[in-house]
């Protein structure tokens, strides 16, 4: 029977049947696609922009189908079983089309309904979706049902809804939207199993040859009335307020009548007998894969991160099927990160986290790595125990490759569509073309970084490149995945633009912050940080908290330039996208350090400190362990 992923297996049922059964027109294929979700333009309604062309479905009512709510599927249980059947639902969807071609300066929409009436015709024709129904289009024979529908008693049938015109035009009219033409299907029968225990009636039984015997059951209700937490790096006898705990801790409950001699815990649908215990107080492990005593527990069991409740169960050993339960306490269980190990040398950068309850195939999650996001969908790799993913270039890095320009003061004059021949990191070498002169140095930056990305046949060093331009008329090019060698072919066009070994290019080692968007709102009203640059080291200080990306550059470029020596005179900060690029002006490594018992926010506000929070999240639920990777060499 299915679960909870039944009403989202349906529309993913339904996006695969139509993307595998439709006929699209020729002007379409190419960029064709089913979404689900509100029927929203994807193009502002201002903008005279052709739509691309679309197929949506939007789920906007879920009705319990009244002639089975009280009816267990045929075959399904014991025949004696009784209380708490399937939520049976009908499932309401609105199918509506988009495209729009040009035609003689005006929009026409004629592709939305060629998209809408192949798409009726596809639901027409599969109006019930069976086990059997397989795949015609790449990859070949899978099923077009949801794993979470199959080998269901009820079949997901469909048929076309007589909705009238004013039904359809005030629920445009809600969700605030202009009105197209849509189709109204409703999905019947989808139905949800319950997670409620079921009841099963005793059959009638002699007495034993004794005659029978009775028990006096104390009517003395369990009640628990505060839940604590001890990890288990804790010392003996600490007792956390707070109601967050991982595999392996001990969840320590306090209330009245916790006592008796068949004392079970269930934590959400899983419970564990623990025999004796004391009146007052109760601690237990927080299981990972077995039971106390050594059970193991299905994997499909396994308690997962997100909120779990607690509830005590007292009981006499001799009556099992006797037994009070109390109220329920609630505690998130969440992931825990062991060790961090990062790869700073491989391209792009990669981590390894190790630990507890990381990864579940079937809830959300994401790694946060500073103020980077990485849903569970990028991960290279993952398991409940390890993750490994790569790192985005938008977190803090040194040693970063670069190559540097020669001052372009004043710019030259270009011809028009000039071109490269540019390699980086032995990709290449492939044509650069700018489409069009630039006219200043920052317009040149803009220009060249555009043009680098779409060079045909270029890989991640090429599509991923930034290029910045510093405050003495330098072009700066950062590669894509860091840490890759950039060179110029030696020719007229890199001669002008400064960018060859003849005309004084420099392929120096970078730093870049980590993103700073938002821009932070500083703690301190004068910030500061200590530098080092090849062994020389200096508390740098700003004179006014910057508000923005383009305030704090030349403010730290000028605080740096203060000092005398070469490595500080001659540095040169910039703005790379939404990071502070940091150009040393003579070799050696680059360190940003806190300035002890002075200021320790600054450099990390500005996301230019190494140190790096690791976060794991799954199912809302967070790492609380204090680990940070190192992200410089």
Do not use: C
Not at 323 to 346: I, Y
């Amino acid at each position: 029977m299915s679960d909870f992923q039944a009403i989202g297996g349906v529309s993913e049922t339904l996006r695969v049947l139509l993307e595998d059964r439709m006929e699209i027109p020729s002007v379409a294929v190419a960029n064709f696609r089913v979404s689900i979700g509100p029927p929203r333009p994807e193009t502002p309604i201002n903008q005279d922009v052709a739509e691309n062309p679309r197929v949506n479905l939007f789920l906007y009512r879920v009705l319990e189908n009244g002639s089975l709510k009280n009816q267990e599927i045929p075959g399904h249980g014991s025949p004696g079983a009784y209380g708490f059947p399937p939520l049976s639902l009908d499932l309401h969807y609105l199918v509506t089309a988009y495209g729009t071609t040009e035609v003689q300066a005006h929009f026409n929409e004629t592709l939305a309904h060629f998209l809408l009436g192949s798409a009726m015709r596809v639901l027409h024709d599969h109006a019930i979706i069976a086990d059997e129904l397989r795949t015609v289009r790449p990859p070949v024979g899978t099923p077009i049902l949801h794993s979470s529908l199959l080998g269901e008693y009820e079949h997901v049938k469909l048929s076309l809804e007589p909705v009238n015109l004013d039904d359809i035009s005030k629920l445009f009219t809600a969700l605030t939207l202009p009105y197209r033409a849509s189709a109204a299907y409703v999905v019947s029968v989808i139905q949800i199993e319950s997670l409620l225990p079921r009841r099963f009636p005793r059959l009638v039984q002699p007495p034993p040859p004794a005659g029978p015997r009775v028990f006096v059951v104390p009517m003395s209700r369990p009640q628990i009335l505060n839940l604590l937490v001890r990890w288990a790096t804790d010392p003996p006898g600490t007792e956390r307020p707070w109601p967050y705990a991982r595999v392996n801790d001990t969840i320590i409950l306090k209330g009245t009548h916790l006592d008796s001699t068949a004392t079970r815990i269930r934590f959400g649908t899983l419970e564990i007998p623990v025999g004796m215990t004391q009146s007052s107080a109760i601690e237990l492990q927080v299981p990972d894969d077995k039971l106390p005593d050594g059970t193991p527990i299905p994997a499909d069991r396994w308690l997962q991160p997100g909120a779990v409740t607690v509830e005590v169960g007292t009981g006499i050993k001799e009556l099992p099927s006797v037994g009070f339960p109390s109220n329920q306490a609630v505690f998130m269980l969440v992931p825990q990160v062991k060790t961090l190990t990062p790869n700073l040398v491989a391209v792009p950068r990669t981590l390894q986290i190790d630990g507890t309850r990381l990864f579940s195939a079937t809830l959300a999650g994401e790694t946060v790595v500073g103020r980077a996001v990485i849903p569970k969908q990028l991960y290279r790799a993952a398991t409940p125990k390890q993750i490994q993913l790569e790192l985005p270039d938008t977190l803090v890095a040194w040693p970063v490759d670069s190559l540097v320009s020669a001052p372009l003061a004043p710019f030259p004059v270009l011809p028009n569509n000039p071109t490269l021949q540019m390699t980086i990191a032995g990709d290449g070498p492939h044509t650069v073309r700018l489409p069009r002169k630039p006219t200043d140095i920052v317009d040149a930056a803009s220009l060249l970084e555009a043009a680098i990305r779409v060079a045909q046949g270029g890989q991640g060093g090429f599509t991923g490149a930034r290029v910045t331009s510093t405050s003495d008329a330098r072009l700066v090019i950062v590669p894509g995945g860091l840490s890759r060698p950039v060179g110029v072919a030696s020719d007229a066009i890199s001669a002008q633009l400064k960018l060859d070994g003849p005309s004084g290019a420099t392929t120096p080692q970078v730093y870049l912050s980590g993103s700073l968007d938002p821009f932070p709102v500083m703690a301190h009203a004068k910030p500061g940080m200590r530098l080092t640059v090849g062994g020389v080291t200096h508390d740098i200080t700003i004179p006014t908290r910057p508000a923005s990306l383009d305030e704090a550059a030349p403010l730290l470029e000028a605080a740096v330039n203060a000092f005398p020596e070469a490595a500080f005179a001659k540095g040169r900060f910039a703005v790379l996208d939404d990071q502070l690029l940091f150009l040393p002006g003579a070799a050696g490594a680059v360190v940003f350090d806190k300035i002890p018992a002075v200021d320790d926010a600054s450099v990390v506000e500005l996301g230019l400190f190494s140190d790096t929070l690791v976060r794991v999240r799954v199912n809302g639920s967070e790492s609380l362990d204090q680990l940070f990777v190192k992200l410089t060499q």
